[in-house]
């Protein structure tokens, strides 16, 4: 099982929000690359890294930051996305040397994006699919939407995405746990692989994400907790594998 340390950034920092709010940031580091490589020094087998500016205005904004973040992680793979609205969005991502493409509100809002992208970008494609009560939040989670988490993503699965990165958006950043039971419930349901993100904050939850691996969830989004030190890579690594 995988565990994929969180890089956001925002004006060139390594930032975190609280369930997903820019007006409640905390900068933990001016060095995004040194933060990457920190990371996989103490062995993190992936990063996903979000471009929060790109995000809000609707366009890759951090892409030199992106950039010498993929310099100095060398052959660890990397996931990114942010502000993914057209094709050549994302291929700015796969010229700055990531592995995959990550979109969001996007590939609810306008399937046929979604299936042109996968068939042009094969098995380099993940959707992040962000949830409240079962139901997706779209628009930076400004807006609740009638579309099931569950029904997206099997739109997104027939589409040929490689993953699906689940968050239960009430729990993001919250330090507060996450949602373990509906993470497994979507997983069930697909073949598609699940990432779980959103409120991980300590061992008890790897041990409840590593009691769901079964299901079809092959990893963790891990920012906050790492941050404020209350779980280092090593140890999710040790209590994931």
């Known amino acids: 099982m995988l565990l994929i340390p969180a890089i956001d950034l925002k004006n060139g920092q390594c930032v975190r929000l609280r369930q997903g709010r820019m007006d409640d940031v905390t900068v933990f580091s001016s060095d995004p690359a040194a933060t990457a ?52 969005a994302a291929q700015h991502y796969i010229d700055a040397g990531v592995e995959y493409v990550i979109i969001g509100t996007k590939a609810v809002n306008t399937p046929h994006f979604l299936h042109n992208l996968c068939l042009q970008l094969p098995r380099r494609v993940i959707v992040s699919l962000d949830a409240k009560d079962g139901r997706v939040a779209v628009n930076g989670w400004s807006r609740v939407s009638r579309v099931t988490a569950l029904d997206a993503a099997r739109h997104c699965e027939r589409d040929g995405v490689e993953a699906i990165v689940y968050t239960d958006i009430s729990r993001d950043g919250m330090m507060g746990g996450f949602n373990a039971e509906a993470t497994a419930e979507l997983a069930r349901n697909l073949t598609t692989p699940v990432i779980a993100s959103g409120g991980i904050s300590g061992p008890a939850d790897l041990e409840r994400l590593k009691a769901i691996e079964g299901d079809g969830v092959m990893g963790c989004i891990v920012g906050r907790a790492l941050y404020e030190g209350n779980l280092s890579v090593a140890q999710c690594v040790k209590i994931l594998a």
């Open 37 to 88: 490589k920190r990371w996989v020094d103490e062995g993190a087998q992936r990063l996903h890294v979000v471009d929060l500016d790109g995000a809000v205005q609707g366009r890759p904004v951090n892409l030199k930051a992106l950039e010498r973040i993929v310099a100095a992680v060398g052959n660890v793979p990397v996931e990114a996305g942010g502000g993914v609205r057209d094709e050549d």
